[in-house]
């Protein structure tokens, strides 16, 4: 397993933006390279759902379809982030946001209890 860490959270209103950013702070070398790696979100009293993933290296991403065109994954190698990037947030977007990784296969990769490594997440909330 292995200790990630999000940040960027906060409130915002309907339309806004944010970008997370997630980091594994005791890992040694370049997580993105060797992790399949994604973003998921838990709204209260709701199941935690996959909002977007990216293979090792960056190649390869998907969302979940009620993000797609709003939100995008990207892994900054150089500074160690995994990033998400939201715009025209809606309050339905509102959730624990948590990063989360595994190792290859990636296979099913929106699909949480496929991972092994989560953060402790970040709290996104939206208003009307």
């Known amino acids: 397993q292995v200790k990630l860490a999000e940040s960027g959270g906060g409130s915002v209103q309907a339309g806004g933006s944010l970008r997370l950013s997630c980091q594994a702070p005791?890992?040694?070398?370049?997580?993105?390279?060797?992790?399949?790696m994604g973003w998921f979100r838990q709204a209260q009293g709701k199941e935690r759902e996959g909002v977007a993933s990216?293979?090792?290296?960056?190649?390869?991403?998907y969302y979940a379809a009620s993000v797609k065109g709003r939100f995008t994954i990207s892994l900054d190698n150089d500074k160690n982030t995994l990033s998400l990037e939201m715009n025209d947030l809606k309050p339905e977007d509102t959730a624990m946001y948590y990063c989360?990784?595994?190792?290859?296969?990636?296979?099913?990769?929106?699909?949480?209890?496929?991972?092994?490594?989560w953060g402790q997440g970040t709290q996104v909330t939206v208003s009307s």
């Open positions: 989360a990784a595994k190792r290859p296969p990636c296979v099913e990769t929106l699909l949480a209890g496929t991972y092994s490594s």
């Open positions: 005791e890992y040694i070398g370049r997580i993105g390279r060797s992790y399949c």
């Open positions: 990216t293979y090792p290296g960056g190649d390869g991403t």
